[in-house]
T-cell receptor, first 109, second 112 residues
Framework: DAKTTQPTSMDCAEGRAANLPCNHSTISGNEYVYWYRQIHSQGPQYIIH???NNETNEMASLIITEDRKSSTLILPHATLRDTAVYYC??????????FGKGTRLHILP | GAVVSQHPSWVICKSGTSVKIECRSLDFQATTMFWYRQFPKQSLMLMAT?????????EQGVEKDKFLINHASLTLSTLTVTSAHPEDSSFYIC????????FGPGTRLLVL
């Protein structure tokens, strides 16, 4: 798995877009960028993944830079239920997942 | 997304007893499942890779004789914590998936 670097914590006002950055400068060409989140006392929840192109689903958007060295997860309209630890992971699709420390996102009312 | 379940969701046991935790893939078959452990305020730590029909692969520092893994079918893996001690109290989580890994809701183990 590629090593990823994320801020320890972030705050975002409810209703605003939450932009979570991730640095993965050592990612290899066939490694995907995956995002998961873990709400307190629950198992991690899959959010989105991408290889080179930007991706969007019902939960979030993923913006990957052209050199693939970093990415940003965007929650377009954050709610209190989005308070969680967000993990950015670089991996081949068949590989095991090694979790880093993630970003603790606080949504402020 | 795919659904992974765990049973039980929480368990309390006495020191020295064994506890079995089940992980099931509900709507897909999984030749490989993963087991993680999470202590309070820490990230998930991978314990082992469970392989259907063959031996599990354990991460460095994880005792294979203490954490027995059985992957007897394509939809079920079990983790047995043998001779549990208070330091084994933790949140145990499994995952499964074909390309994207989906995680179970976790099992909270408290050893008294």
């Amino acid at each position: 798995d590629a090593k990823t670097t994320q801020p320890t914590s972030m705050d975002c006002a409810e209703g605003r877009a939450a932009n979570l950055p991730c640095n993965h400068s050592t990612i290899s060409g066939n490694e995907y960028v995956y995002w998961y989140r873990q709400i307190h006392s629950q198992g991690p929840q899959y959010i989105i993944h991408g290889l080179k192109n930007n991706e969007t689903n019902e939960m979030a958007s993923l913006i990957i830079t052209e050199d693939r060295k970093s990415s940003t997860l965007i929650l377009p309209h954050a709610t209190l239920r989005d308070t969680a630890v967000y993990y950015c992971i670089g991996r081949n699709r068949d590989d095991k997942i090694i979790f880093g420390k993630g970003t603790r996102l606080h949504i402020l009312p | 997304g795919a659904v992974v379940s765990q049973h039980p969701s929480w368990v309390i046991c006495k020191s020295g007893t064994s506890v079995k935790i089940e992980c099931r893939s509900l709507d897909f078959q999984a030749t490989t499942m993963f087991w993680y452990r999470q202590f309070p305020k820490q990230s998930l730590m991978l314990m082992a890779t469970s392989n259907e029909g063959s031996k599990a692969t354990y991460e460095q520092g994880v005792e294979k004789d203490k954490f027995l893994i059985n992957h007897a079918s394509l939809t079920l893996s079990t983790l047995t914590v043998t001779s549990a001690h208070p330091e084994d109290s933790s949140f145990y989580i499994c995952s499964a998936g074909e390309e994207t890994q989906y995680f179970g809701p976790g099992t909270r183990l408290l050893v008294l």
